[in-house]
């Protein structure tokens, strides 16, 4: 069941997918993306991450509603994703074969 | 001409002669004999880190910890006496592992009042005594007070807990932790909260992952695809020079420059890390914690960015310059194998600015660390292999893995040589 974004962010529902709670499954996505995929969810999102940080900042970190997490859920999968799209040019990070580096305990959100 | 200034003997490595200057033999890293004697003299003698005791918030609060090298498996608790306790995780009636869930070889966590074994239900008061036998007319003079969990002496430093095997250690951890340890104390570890830990299996003995983070003289070239490429070329024309070294005791320290945190020119790093202000160095803006302790930054350099300390045997301590710390574990599970664990601790973030500035200093740790993980089981293949090549050079940014590598064979000799002794005087 995809998240649903804040109202403001409507323009990024298409990549609501994107909005998951857990690095490992973030990374465990980008890994089965193709650049194509990943590239089009960095073009859409990256230019609206500024408003997206003034928007989440009204907000605690305790208090966040269901839809600010999903948009910060999302902005934490552009964390993930910037690094093939930044650099890399291919999902994985070059020379690391079939290594796995998993989190075991990460914050809640 | 270096860029820093190094001792009066020409180089790091020679300040501390003890270690010598010739190629090394990393015979001690591919032999299964060599290891067996590293469980014994190395991992059954020293200091553990095992935690923090954060992971225990009041009393009751366990968790339990597999440790391969020493071929058990205890559990740490937070005894109703307000102390943490560490026992084998061993039911005292017939040997059943205490504390479980679902899966007997998993770690876990949790609060309770009491232990009580699956099996039989004996049970063990959180001081480890044993208060109950199920049915205990049945035995044979039982005496519950000869029944109580096995203990493992477990002692604290700076809110890191510690256990060690050998019941016949007698010195605490605070002396075990040295100079560098007390350079360390007052640091405010037990502010930063939010973690983010990550394990891996890594196929290479477990002194070869701690070379590749005490050393960083491959970082310019191991890590060049990770950043924008007139920075990678520039690094790789520069390479690397540590601000400093020290060593004490088994222990040893490297302080590094930290020039991308925040970087001198935004160019210098990639989109993200500009809208973020994060990165590999953390986030750029920090929490003050006022004056730090005296062992930090020991060449007060105003370009230091970050103190790497390698508390033998398998114990790192990373701390940054923006007040963010980075803790490296490597539990051994055979002499070629290993389980690494790198832990992530911040302050709790006040918004999802911050949030996201960790995220970014967290998940770059994480590449950095696939690409590192990925090379050693390079490393071990060859070194295990049928190759003429048997000895290595290390230069003098590689002066703790010279270290590492002697303080190593130097505790599996004393161990031998005590050994030796002890049926003379038995």
């Given at each position: 069941m995809p998240t649903t974004l804040p109202s403001d962010f409507a323009d990024l529902e298409p990549f609501a997918e994107w909005a998951i709670p857990t690095e490992k499954a973030r990374y465990d996505k980008r890994v089965a993306s193709t650049m194509d995929e990943l590239q089009a969810f960095y073009d859409a999102a990256f230019p609206r991450m500024e408003d997206a940080l003034v928007y989440l900042e009204q907000y605690s970190m305790d208090d966040l509603p269901n839809d600010a997490k999903g948009l910060l859920w999302l902005y934490c999968s552009l964390v993930t994703v910037s690094f093939p799209v930044e650099v890399w040019r291919q999902p994985r990070v070059p020379d690391s074969g079939a290594s796995s580096f998993d989190a075991v305990l990460e914050p809640a959100v | 001409?270096?860029?820093?200034?190094?001792?009066?003997?020409?180089?790091?490595?020679?300040?501390?002669?003890?270690?010598?200057?010739?190629?090394?033999?990393?015979?001690?890293?591919?032999?299964?004999?060599?290891?067996?004697?590293?469980?014994?003299?190395?991992?059954?003698?020293?200091?553990?880190?095992?935690?923090?005791?954060?992971?225990?918030?009041?009393?009751?609060?366990?968790?339990?910890?597999?440790?391969?090298?020493?071929?058990?498996?205890?559990?740490?608790?937070?005894?109703?006496?307000?102390?943490?306790?560490?026992?084998?995780?061993?039911?005292?009636?017939?040997?059943?592992?205490?504390?479980?869930?679902?899966?007997?070889?998993?770690?876990?966590?949790?609060?309770?009042?009491?232990?009580?074994?699956?099996?039989?239900?004996?049970?063990?008061?959180?001081?480890?005594?044993c208060t109950f036998v199920q049915q205990e007319q049945e035995f044979f003079n039982l005496d519950k007070s000869d029944y109580g969990l096995a203990g493992i002496q477990c002692e604290m430093w700076e809110g890191f807990i510690f256990v060690n095997f050998d019941p016949t250690n007698t010195t605490p951890l605070r002396d075990y932790m040295g100079e560098l340890g007390k350079g360390l104390e007052g640091y405010p570890f037990g502010e930063l909260t939010q973690v983010h830990k990550y394990r891996a299996e890594v196929g290479a003995n477990w002194k070869l992952f701690i070379d590749a983070f005490a050393e960083f003289y491959h970082a310019p070239i191991l890590h060049a695809k990770q950043s924008v490429s007139e920075e990678s070329r520039k690094l790789m024309e520069v390479g690397y020079e540590a601000l400093a070294y020290e060593i004490d005791g088994p222990h040893g320290m490297v302080s590094s420059w930290g020039g991308m945190a925040p970087p001198k020119d935004l160019d210098m790093v990639k989109p993200i890390e500009q809208k973020l202000r994060s990165g590999l160095f953390g986030p750029w803006e920090g929490p003050d914690f006022g004056e730090m302790p005296p062992g930090l930054n020991p060449a007060r350099h105003k370009a230091w960015g970050v103190d790497s300390f390698v508390f033998f045997p398998n114990f790192m301590v990373l701390i940054w310059k923006p007040n963010w710390v980075l803790t490296y574990h490597y539990w051994p599970t055979s002499y070629n194998t290993h389980i690494f664990e790198g832990t992530c601790y911040f302050v709790p973030p006040k918004n999802a600015r911050e949030r996201l500035a960790q995220e970014m200093a967290v998940v770059t740790f994480k590449e950095y660390a696939l690409q590192d993980g990925n090379t050693l089981e390079a490393t071990q293949t060859m070194l295990e292999s049928n190759t003429p090549v048997k000895t290595f050079p290390l230069g003098d940014q590689e002066v703790l893995l010279r270290q590492l590598h002697v303080t190593a064979r130097r505790y599996i000799s004393e161990f031998q040589q005590q050994s030796a002794k002890t049926p003379a005087n038995a």
């Open positions: - | 001409m270096p860029h820093f200034a190094k001792p009066a003997e020409g180089s790091w490595t020679e300040h501390y002669p003890e270690l010598g200057t010739e190629d090394v033999s990393y015979h001690d890293s591919i032999s299964p004999e060599h290891y067996e004697l590293e469980q014994q003299a190395i991992f059954g003698r020293t200091w553990l880190n095992v935690g923090r005791i954060e992971q225990l918030p009041k009393v009751g609060s366990y968790f339990s910890k597999e440790i391969d090298a020493v071929d058990t498996s205890i559990v740490v608790v937070r005894s109703s006496k307000d102390e943490v306790r560490a026992f084998h995780n061993i039911c005292r009636h017939r040997g059943n592992k205490l504390v479980w869930q679902d899966y007997p070889g998993e770690e876990t966590s949790g609060t309770c009042r009491q232990f009580t074994c699956k099996y039989h239900a004996w049970r063990y008061s959180l001081e480890g005594e």
